[in-house]
């Protein structure tokens, strides 16, 4: 349209020249005699007036004749913009469409730089910016650390290949919040550009399933190699040494060390290191008993860290300092609730482990710690084994000198057979494949119980409760006999400090209410005397008076009754009766130098103690018997057990400078005194 406009454009203005062209001759003539007459005519006049304005008409007549073809041109010139306005606003709102409601995030990127040009709205969402914000955000904002350079090098893959991807690309969200994003790219063009565009799927919570499962399966592979490995080795030498390099591989520490806790439990030796400088273990070495890191691990039981020993004002050692430790860890190594060792590990790096780790080297820390238990009852028996074969050559040695003396040989021989039956019984149920079952149990139990949860179905959490009643059970006589090798051995660690007898009974009585109420029994705990000051160790004593009650409930038919009653004694009054005491124990009037008594009886409407049996009971194993006949019960009456229970009561007693003894009148009912030095306040006598 608009060249066929321009050709009758220029057919008008030819025609409009030809028609000038015509009068060119008379004005020429009628100029002339313009210049030969001084007075033009009226007929040149009219030449020179006419001439002109015939051509600004026709001149005038083009004009208006193109005006009205060039606005029909504008017109339609303007429909068609307007057309492809709205077509070109309809596209946009399709492609818009397309952005926003695409599953995954989409991005187009300037393949020259790497900004961002356009995203949609889920790309908006997952970063937390605007569409204009994320256009003004620089690289480092939204790819932090090394991964703006893997995105470069994807962008440059793009250009190279015209596809790439990138399954593990980090980004940053404008809360600060890591994303791990899957990215698929490819090289096209937008709006007449070359533009790289793709997409970014959230697989976040994808990838940190996968490094669960990862660490998870890492843990149960270390924790079932350790387990392997406890059942496996003899010398715990060599056990915690592999253990320890077994962790610091797991966990790619620099190096680390096993402290033992000493008798006492300030005292702490290092039994195992790996990558320790000799200066840093002849500092250790010389580091006072109850100071440092491990000591303060040991003493809490809970674990301890740092991101930079460097920095660390807990940190005494110099020569650790100059050895270049920075991260460092350290946990207790527990056995039934007991600190028996310290775990460490450390690197020339800051690094703090995470909670998961920390949760793992405990869990490593219970079977190590139950493994150092286990070993150390192991070694208690073989001393006990010892001390037993050099009593029956002591005794024998004795038997041949005292020939004479008939009585005295005969309480040999009586003594040399108990002690014989005692260690057979003792070898036969402390073993040392107890270890073995005990740490399997317990530490596989405790890992169920983490990761399985409320997955189990019925019959599932019945057999584990059934697995876990086990172990506990197990557990049980596991510390009943290592507590009763020790007070043999004098090697049990007793706290001194000032204690409430009236709270530990209360405590007691709060802890066996539920079994007194299931098996109706009557109890009543009387006031203890006022102004009466006790020394010693709560724990234990409260485990012992548990004991005591607890064999009184077994020993109580239905509907019975039970009562626990103190009262002051002084040590003279005690003489009268001194002759039947003594056969309870031997050295209590020997070794207490007098002064006021604090006697608690736990008295029971039972069964009853005969006579010949009063002294046994305390031995231990008595109840042994025939091993079909025991069974574990704290509520069913006549129940019996390993038959330690007595036997920790009076070793803890006298351990404690007090002595325990039992009353069993023929009508029945038993009643267990104990005696305990006490120290008085206030207006409180002793005595009648």
Known sequence: MIARASHNSRKWLTAALLTALAFLPPAAQALEEQRGNARPTRHALLLQLGLPALGAGVLLAYQRRRLRALKAQLADQEQRLAAGLRDQEHAQRRFQQLLDHAGDAIFFIDPKDGRLLLVNRQAEEMLGYSAGEIQGQALTALFPGRHER??????????????????????????????????????????????????????????????????????????????????????????????????????????????????????????????????????????????????????????????????????????????????FQAIPLHAQEQTVGVLFLYNRDHRVLSREEVHLLLAIGHQVGSAIQGAELYEALRWQNRLTEAGNRELERSRRQLRDNLDQAQRHNRELARLERMKSNFMALASHELRTPLTCILSGTQLLAQQLGERLDADERQLFGAIQQGGARLESIVRDMLEAARLESDSLYLAREKIDLGTILGAVHGEFQPILEERRLNFHLHPLPSGVELTGDAYHLRRTFGRLLENAIKFTPTGGGIEIRGQLRCFAELHGDRERLTRFSPTFFADTLGGPLIQITVADSGIGIAPEEQLRIFDKFYEVGDIDAHFSSRTDFGGKGVGLGLTLVKGMIEAHGGMVWVESPPAGGSAFHVLLPAALSGGAEAGP
């Open 150 to 327: 893997r995105y470069l090098r994807l962008m440059r893959r793009v250009l190279r290949d015209g596809y790439g991807e990138e399954p593990n690309l980090h980004l940053r969200h404008k809360n600060g919040q890591r994303l791990i994003g899957a990215v698929q790219a490819r090289l096209g063009r937008f709006d007449e550009e070359t533009v790289v565009h793709g997409a970014i799927r959230d697989v976040t919570r994808v990838r940190l399933a996968e490094q669960q499962l990862r660490r998870k399966n890492r843990e149960l592979t270390l924790l079932n190699e350790i387990a392997r490995r406890i059942a496996g080795h003899r010398r715990l030498d060599e056990l915690l040494q592999t253990i320890l390099e077994d962790v610091i591989h797991v966990f790619e520490a620099h190096g680390g060390g096993i402290f033992l806790v000493q008798q006492g439990g300030n005292d702490l030796h290092l039994a195992a290191h790996r990558n320790i400088e000799p200066e840093v273990l002849e500092d250790i070495r010389r580091v006072p008993p109850g100071t440092g890191m491990a000591a303060r691990v040991a003493a809490t039981g809970q674990p301890q860290g740092s991101a930079d020993l460097q920095n660390d004002l807990r940190l005494r050692s110099q020569a650790i300092r100059n050895a270049g430790w920075r991260g």
